[in-house]
């Protein structure tokens, strides 16, 4: 794969990973390469190097995994834990693993991180169409905004020449807007985010607690749980 960014070299090194985008590497700091958010993928991304990149695609395979069985356990008894599932979850992140520690093909991750999203996205409007309708506007704000972030992302590949250009010719504060690859970070965290907001309030619901949304400063929003009425 060619890499999208400059050829310079920084402190790191030579480029190894399997990946590049179109940001300029070292633009900015001869120790950085590229400057983005989270710790695995502040690692990856500073460094460039395959070994780091696994610290940042590999737990986004182990998180998602958590988010599907919490996803599927919503509707569950306190204190039941689905060994079943988690088996099978366990058993997914360890062949991805080591298939992708084996076979050094980004393509590959992709594919099975989309294969977890794709279930989320299938539990989620379940949920929202059939259990809770009124969370309609919670969960399809959460997908939009990731998949927003996954459309400004294709964006930034297939049009990165174009937009290398243009940020020459702009001011740096206006240039660091065009990096649509740090928008897909920015978004898909926000959409996981509010995905996390929705999982919570479909499970305290459940239990029979009194979910709220609220918003910190009247901008963040977070999720408020009071007890249940006790029936006299």
């Keep these: ?89 366990v058993l997914f992140s360890l062949i991805v693993t080591t298939v992708y520690l084996k076979v050094k093909e980004p393509i590959f ?46 964006v930034d590949n297939i049009f990165c020449e174009s937009l290398r250009s243009f940020r020459t010719k702009m001011p740096p504060f206006v240039g660091v807007f065009t990096q649509l690859h740090a928008w897909w970070h920015i978004l898909t965290g926000l959409g996981s985010y509010l995905h996390i907001l929705f999982s919570l309030y479909t499970r305290t619901l459940y239990l029979r607690y009194r979910p709220k949304v609220k918003f910190l400063l009247g901008i963040w929003p977070t999720i408020l749980v009071e007890p249940p009425k006790k029936h006299i």
């Design 109 to 154: 991750h992709q594919v099975m991180y989309g294969l977890l999203v794709f279930a989320l996205v299938l539990r989620s409007i379940y949920i929202v169409t059939w259990v809770y309708p009124w969370l309609r506007g919670l969960g399809y704000t959460s997908l939009g905004i990731f998949l927003m972030g996954f459309f400004l992302w294709n």
């Design 1 to 89: 794969m060619a890499p999208l960014g400059s050829d310079r070299v920084g402190y790191w090194g030579p480029t190894t990973s399997t990946l590049d985008w179109c940001e300029e590497n070292y633009a900015v700091s001869f120790y950085v390469a590229e400057f983005l958010v989270g710790l695995g993928s502040w690692c990856f991304h500073m460094t460039l190097q395959y070994e780091m990149q696994l610290l940042d695609e590999l737990p986004m395979i182990y998180s998602c995994c958590i988010f599907v069985y919490c996803m599927f356990e919503s509707f569950k008894a306190k204190n039941t834990v689905n060994y079943h599932l988690i088996f099978i979850l």
